[in-house]
């Protein structure tokens, strides 16, 4: 019975939309009948040029226009049967798009994890660097520092990221904020100032681990989605992993104080990714409280950009005016 209701209900009004469609065609008719009398009464001229301005002329090709733009928007958007609003669907230039900064939102969470593999793995070492050298009293606590960081900051972030709309901004800043603290770090003349930085590590760390998730969701094909969560996740473990191999081989290598030079190397490729989220379109970017809502968004720029048509310059001038 609410099936058969609301089919009554959709009958019901697609007939008043086609009243409506009606007096909007005679509407049209009357204007640009009375703009074209406008623009020929104003030239007082016959010429071949101007004889484009007749109203049946004008009438016939606006109308006409109106009504395929009409059929075309009720085809594309509207359900027959439901008579719901259908979402576009992503054209092939998005998808490649969103491709692409999936795959910068998976470098950054890999590189942004990795110190701390670098740390544990290089301990020894980082604790003989000082003088006098850290405890391991002190060395557990320098690994707990990133993390009391991130318990600080994850509130504050997701209070941000929910307020502010321009969300690029704020991980852009995030990411050269969160690479100086690694340089920092590397350059350490002192314990406090290693202490210092690793909480800042941690602290600037909560936006960049709070958005990919979010971003992912909203921007992941449907079918993809925990598909993406997970290759997300993932890279969290992987940089964790590469971070104690190159820690590790580093200071194998190459001595004591091996462990900084790893550290600027994630500095140096940290930094570019400030840029690219900088020169990327904020809409394939920015969180616009789900993909659902951000779809419809573009669905009602596309119907205003469909509802536009095409007069001679003095006619539409002319019709502007009445319609104002």
Not at 210 to 237: K, R
Not at 259 to 270: A, D, E, G
Request: glycine share 6%; charged share 25%.
């Amino acid at each position: 019975m609410e099936e058969e209701r609301k089919k009554g209900e959709c009958k019901v009004d697609k007939k008043k939309d086609m009243t409506t469609e009606g007096d909007r065609e005679n509407e049209t008719v009357a204007m640009v009948g009375r703009a074209a009398k406008d623009v020929e009464a104003s030239t007082g001229s016959n010429t071949k040029e101007e004889s484009e301005f007749l109203p049946v002329e004008i009438t016939e090709t606006v109308v006409g226009e109106r009504r395929n733009e009409r059929k075309m928007l009720h085809e594309k958007y509207t359900n027959d049967e439901s008579c719901e609003i259908i979402a576009p669907e992503e054209d092939d230039s998005t998808s490649s798009q969103t491709w692409w900064m999936f795959f910068a939102m998976c470098m950054l969470q890999l590189l942004t994890n990795f110190d701390s593999g670098i740390l544990p793995a290089t301990l020894g070492q980082v604790q003989a660097s000082f003088d006098p050298p850290i405890t391991d009293l002190h060395a557990g606590f320098l690994g707990s520092l990133v993390y009391i960081g991130l318990m600080f900051s994850c509130p504050l972030s997701g209070y941000l990221l929910t307020v502010y709309k321009n969300q690029r901004s704020i991980i852009c800043g995030a990411i050269l904020l969160n690479a100086i603290s690694v340089l920092a770090m590397a350059l350490s003349p002192s314990v406090a100032y290693l202490n210092a930085s690793r909480f800042l590590i941690g602290f600037l760390q909560a936006p960049i681990f709070i958005y990919g998730p979010v971003w992912v969701d909203e921007f992941a094909p449907p079918e993809s989605m925990t598909l993406w969560v997970s290759l997300l996740q993932v890279n969290v473990a992987v940089g964790i992993m590469l971070g104690y191999l190159f820690g590790g081989l580093a200071v194998h290598h190459f001595g004591q104080d091996a462990w900084r030079t790893v550290l600027i190397i994630q500095f140096v490729l940290l930094c570019p990714f400030v840029v690219v989220f900088l020169c990327e379109k904020r809409k394939y970017f920015n969180v616009t409280s789900g993909r659902d809502k951000r779809l419809k968004e573009r669905k009602k720029k596309q119907q205003a950009s469909y509802s536009r048509y095409t007069l001679p310059k003095k006619a539409a001038a002319t019709l502007l005016k009445w319609e104002s």
